[in-house]
């Protein structure tokens, strides 16, 4: 590398022919891995949880993962931040100061 700037191979964000070999692969049993659970959800000889697993991976796959939220009530109790900056060859001195 030169001076911290990339030079060659590949662009960022393009996988490696490995991992395009293994997607390749796995892609080739899609048809049959939806199958797979797809009986799984519909066999009612199977427990129950494993049939929740199933459908749940059958609908994240045909409609996305479902958003999840959070809910925060109150205060959050923050009063302030502050920076400190610290001697990274001696971080247990004493004497630290916070910026201003």
């Given amino acids: 590398m030169a001076k911290g700037k990339k030079t060659g191979g590949r662009s960022s964000g393009t996988p490696n ?3 395009q070999d293994i997607r390749k692969l796995a892609q080739d049993y899609g048809d049959e891995a939806i199958n797979t659970l797809r009986e799984i959800m519909n066999d009612k000889a199977q427990p129950a ?3 929740v697993a199933a459908s749940e991976k059958l609908l994240d796959r045909g409609y996305g993962k479902a958003i999840q ?3 925060v009530g109150g205060e959050l109790g923050i009063k302030g931040i502050k920076r400190v900056i610290v001697d990274p060859a001696n971080r247990n001195a004493k004497g630290i100061r916070p910026t201003s």
């Fill in 49 to 51: 949880a494993a049939r």
């Fill in 17 to 19: 022919k490995a991992t």
């Fill in 69 to 71: 939220s959070l809910k």
